[in-house]
T-cell receptor, first 115, second 114 residues
Framework: NAGVTQTPKFRILKIGQSMTLQCAQDMNHNYMYWYRQDPGMGLKLIYYSVGAGITDKGEVPNGYNVSRSTTEDFPLRLELAAPSQTSVYFC??????????????FGNGTRLTVT | RKEVEQDPGPFNVPEGATVAFNCTYSNSASQSFFWYRQDCRKEPKLLMSVYSSGNEDGRFTAQLNRASQYISLLIRDSKLSDSATYLCVVNSEGLTGGGNKLTFGTGTQLKVEL
């Protein structure tokens, strides 16, 4: 049981390039989330999905797009990379809306540098 | 005022010591509270939920004080392996599309030393 798998682990982009951060979970969780974590800051929600075909913006969605064509996959797309998008990105999933018995399961993270 | 505030630390304690962290939150309507642990350059992992009556899991005790709007984490008999950053997480409101908004604190760094 792999849990939440993110790829790649590391990536360096030039300004203006695009890329897709992959996220897959094998736990049949309905809820999936993308967060970014900057030094000295709490995790910020970028986008989330409550099920296949449904996505919504979080707190910091500008510069990103997502899709959820299947329950398992929730890729995050950066169209025109900017230095402000240098961060560590975490994908997470949960079977239900966050509750005491429904913790977030995080992937290992993707460290992205935009120069 | 930040939605969730934590002392960043670091808290440097000797092995075997008892250490406590507090976390304050600004939204009095917050419903659920959690402590997550994050090791250096790793993903956060749930340590424990925080229940209204307080709860204990081995050496870890979590408390909630709704009147003063803070939660606490007490670690007894600290181990070297407890060295990590502890994130306070508050579930304060529903997201428009479903699910709940979690607000993460910036974390408190703990270093347990020999």
């Amino acid at each position: 049981n792999a849990g939440v798998t993110q790829t790649p682990k590391f990536r360096i982009l030039k300004i203006g390039q695009s890329m897709t951060l992959q996220c897959a979970q094998d736990m049949n969780h309905n809820y999936m989330y993308w967060y970014r974590q900057d030094p000295g800051m709490g995790l910020k929600l970028i986008y989330y999905s409550v099920g296949a075909g449904i996505t919504d913006k979080g707190e910091v969605p500008n510069g990103y797009n997502v899709s959820r064509s299947t329950t398992e996959d929730f890729p995050l797309r950066l169209e025109l990379a900017a230095p402000s998008q240098t961060s560590v990105y975490f994908c997470a999933s949960s079977p239900h809306p966050q509750a005491h018995d429904s913790p977030l399961h995080f992937g290992n993270g993707t460290r992205l540098t935009v120069t | 005022r930040k939605e969730v505030e934590q002392d960043p630390g670091p808290f440097n304690v000797p092995e075997g010591a008892t250490v406590a962290f507090n976390c304050t939150y600004s939204n009095s309507a917050s419903q659920s509270f959690f402590w997550y642990r994050q090791d250096c350059r790793k993903e956060p992992k749930l340590l424990m939920s925080v229940y209204s009556s307080g709860n204990e899991d081995g050496r870890f005790t979590a408390q909630l004080n709704r009147a003063s709007q803070y939660i606490s984490l007490l670690i007894r008999d600290s181990k070297l392996s407890d060295s990590a950053t502890y994130l306070c997480v508050v579930n304060s409101e529903g997201l428009t599309g479903g699910g709940n908004k979690l607000t993460f604190g910036t974390g408190t760094q703990l270093k347990v030393e020999l």
